[in-house]
């Protein structure tokens, strides 16, 4: 399709010392998403341990011709473990990881429960990979909307600076898990089927044939979601940029997998958007799909399976002296988690 598939990162992956690598959550979507990326990378996994709740336990999955069997976590199976790699969610994080931790474990945790915590890192592997060292045993991934984004702007900063970013998200149900996959088929067809109104399974409201403007749950009085909150409080986190000024509406639609963001950036000093581009087009995990003669632009589509980012509508924000506007897309199971956790773990050896 004629889209140029680029390194994700620049992390060598030959002879690492990696013996033993533990998924807990390995059963959901993102965690099925890692087993298939680590067997996508040539890392010398001596053993891959996956770890589920009791429910799950005894699930079998495919990883590199073979079969494994999912157990149930228990402390005893962090033993050995070099590095835990967590997807199921911010409780069980909080509970088993500060046990992986004191087992002897290096744990990436991809849910909320640490990532605005002052003595762990928040890393995006192309981004800020020197805080992935200064971890004490845990080492948080950001938020998948979060994810995506921050590799778009880390050049920026470094070029001229950033004043401020302005972000909507058009995020997939996937983002919310299994359960939500489901309830857009079955409400898809319920629609296509005759049905004015499916039945709510997921959300507050339908999702199929809608646009929710709401993605994720309202926290406080501000009137902000929490996903919202975290692309916010993230970003400064990542790019070390405590004041930054962000504003952010986060919206849930109804597409299985892949990420679409709208974004606005207002910088210190004048970029025209030709170096905006060209900025772009030089990062190794970026892909530029920007020519509005041939109607060429990315979608969620074209991102799903990819580990790279898509960019394109790059153009000057005629609503600020420096600012520029471009949509980014990417597949939120992947680039959003999955690939940047295996990242991380490259980058601890």
Not at 16 to 24: C, V
Not at 71 to 82: K, L, T
Not at 124 to 147: E, K, L, R
């Amino acid at each position: 399709d004629g889209i140029r598939d680029k390194l994700v990162t620049g992390v060598q992956t030959c002879a690492l010392p990696i013996s033993r690598i533990a998924i807990l959550g390995a059963t959901g979507a993102v965690g099925r998403t890692l087993v298939e990326v680590l067997g996508e990378r040539d890392l010398p996994i001596d053993e891959l341990v996956l770890l589920a709740s009791e429910r799950s336990a005894g699930t079998e999955i495919r990883f590199k011709g073979e079969t494994l069997t999912v157990q149930a976590v228990a402390p005893e199976a962090f033993d050995g473990i070099d590095v835990a790699i967590f997807s199921a969610g911010a409780t069980r994080s909080r509970e088993w990881a500060p046990i992986a931790v004191e087992r002897g474990a290096t744990v990436v945790d991809n849910s909320s429960a640490f990532r605005m915590d002052a003595d762990v890192p928040l890393v995006v592997a192309d981004v800020n990979p020197h805080a992935a060292h200064t971890h004490s045993g845990i080492i948080a991934n950001p938020n998948c909307s979060t994810m995506q984004l921050m590799p778009v702007l880390r050049p920026v900063r470094d070029a001229v600076g950033i004043e401020r970013v302005t972000v909507a998200t058009y995020q997939a149900v996937s983002g919310t898990g299994q359960s939500a996959i489901e309830a857009l088929r079955e409400e898809s067809a319920e629609v296509l089927a005759g049905t004015a109104t499916p039945e709510a399974r997921q959300y507050p409201k339908p999702i199929a044939f809608d646009v929710l403007p709401v993605a994720g749950s309202f926290s406080g009085d501000q009137g902000y979601t929490d996903e919202e909150l975290k692309l916010v409080h993230e970003s400064r986190k990542i790019l070390e940029l405590p004041d930054l000024r962000v504003s952010a509406t986060c919206t849930r639609v109804p597409v299985f997998d892949g990420h679409s963001e709208a974004v606005w950036i207002e910088t210190r000093e004048p970029l025209s958007p030709q170096a905006f581009r060209a900025l772009l087009d030089a990062e190794a995990g970026i892909t530029v799909l920007d020519d509005a003669d041939s109607m060429t632009f990315p979608t969620a589509r074209q991102a799903y399976g990819r580990d790279g980012i898509l960019v394109g509508r790059i153009r000057a924000d005629l609503g600020a002296p420096n600012g520029l506007a471009c949509w980014v897309v990417a597949d939120n199971l992947r680039k959003g988690a999955a690939s940047n956790a295996v990242d991380i773990a490259q980058l601890l050896l």
